[in-house]
């Protein structure tokens, strides 16, 4: 990684600095503030909507005459509906149990020691995303739920969005006696994100939202802990015992309920005893919803004989990410090629199988690496609300610390706290 310029460390290292001194004083709400605090920032962005919409506006425009493409537009545009499904979101995190205080586990020992691990905040989280504005307060109000100070590096397509967002939410904390420095908004060029990705000591967690090139690029130059989030190269399999209707709904719900975002499906297979059934009737309905077909050659076949169109399938269409409508579709002669397929290009995620096959489910269960696993049930489902935890930061992709939808315990870490009567150790 390049040099950072002296000025972009130093204004990292002024920003992190307010907010650790922020997060200690978060550290110590009750949940009562805490959640007081959440439901006065919803308020504000309510009231704040229409100044909200005007700033989205001008990235929206500006984003358009840069050929943004519709996936991104969509991800990017605030609607007065948007605005209060946002600030809806922060009065369903204050609802949500508080994790810092949490006894996670606790003995006395035989020599009269008590011991308890605690849930306490991480201190001062990183946000580096895209063109997703939301991202901006659900970061805002986890951290805040969570005890954390936040500093939000959004991505140039949303910069007048995510500034007026940040001021509204820092506005509402200053007046109601919270330390405004608790939300904190990176602004400037490359230079200032390196700045946050190398600012060790003082940034404690760096959490990356977006595209493989940008989560990547945090992976590896960031010397801050990282937690690596959102590449979704999902897919869904229909196996040999599937219930084909059942199949069909759970393809198009994968691929076409959104699909902009990390858990929509980018891959379908179906095994060679049920393609000829299943596909032609599957094609159409995915083409005929607009989504853009690579086939491989068995697909390609039957797509022919059902009139649809389609584009022949190469490696790098099985490993992208679309993050719109299109779909690589392929033909498996077995469950244990489409594991292997799933080995190949699945990015750890999200992976769906169609059985009415127990066994066969159970296999697919064990056997993906990923940190979800449907059976019978859309990929779609994948998220933090979905699974009942409220908002979320992210999906981790990883395995340390934190894995699948990222909600408040996941903000936290611990720490031992150990009480004696003059014990010594001999």
Not at 76 to 91: G, H, K, Q, S, Y
Request: proline share 4%; charged share 20%; with cysteine.
């Amino acid at each position: 990684m390049t040099s950072v310029s002296p000025d972009a460390t130093e204004a990292v290292a002024q920003l992190a600095g307010r907010a650790r001194v922020a997060a200690r004083e978060l550290a110590l709400m009750s949940r009562a503030a805490k959640d007081a605090t959440l439901h006065a920032l919803a308020d504000a962005l309510d009231a704040a909507t229409d100044r909200i919409v005007a700033a989205n506006a001008v990235d929206l425009e500006r984003g358009r005459n840069g050929g943004m493409p519709a996936s991104l537009q969509d991800r990017l545009v605030l609607t007065p509906e948007r605005v209060t499904a946002i600030a809806d979101a922060l009065r369903d995190i204050a609802a949500l149990p508080d994790p810092v205080g949490e006894i996670v586990r606790g003995s006395t020992l035989a020599n009269g020691l008590q011991i308890r691990q605690l849930r306490v905040p991480m201190g001062v989280v990183g946000m580096i995303y895209e063109a997703r504005p939301n991202v901006t307060v659900d970061a805002a109000g986890l951290g805040l739920k969570s005890g954390n100070a936040v500093i939000l590096r959004g991505g140039s397509a949303a910069a007048d969005s995510n500034r007026v967002l940040v001021d509204v939410m820092r506005e509402s904390l200053a007046a109601h006696g919270v330390n405004p420095d608790a939300i904190g908004l990176l602004e400037g060029g490359h230079d200032a994100v390196r700045a946050l990705m190398t600012a060790r000591g003082l940034v404690d967690l760096l959490i990356p939202r977006g595209g493989a090139d940008l989560i990547n690029s945090v992976v590896l130059n960031s010397t801050v802990p990282v937690i690596e989030t959102g590449i979704g190269n999902c897919h869904v399999y229909v196996d040999r015992a599937a219930d084909l209707d059942k199949a069909l709904a759970i393809t198009m719900n994968s691929k076409t309920h959104r699909p902009s975002v990390c858990n929509a499906a980018e891959s379908l297979l179906v095994h060679e005893s049920v393609a000829p059934d299943f596909l032609p009737k599957a094609l159409t309905e995915l083409a005929g919803a607009g989504v853009v077909l690579h086939t491989d050659e068995r697909a390609s076949a039957i797509a022919t004989e059902a009139g649809v169109p389609f584009a022949v399938a190469t490696d790098d269409d099985f490993a992208t990410e679309f993050h719109a409508l299109e779909m690589s579709v392929g033909v498996v002669s077995s469950l244990d090629d489409a594991l292997e397929h799933v080995r190949t290009y699945g990015s750890g995620h999200t992976e769906a199988i169609v059985t009415e096959d127990r066994s066969a489910a159970r296999r697919w269960s064990a056997e993906v690496d990923a940190a979800a696993v449907m059976v019978n049930a859309s990929t779609r489902f994948t998220d933090g609300g979905e699974f009942g935890f409220g908002a979320e930061i992210g999906i981790s992709t990883q395995k340390l610390h934190a894995r699948g939808p990222m909600a408040l315990p996941e903000l936290t870490t611990t720490k031992w706290i150990v009480e004696g009567d003059g014990h010594v150790r001999v």
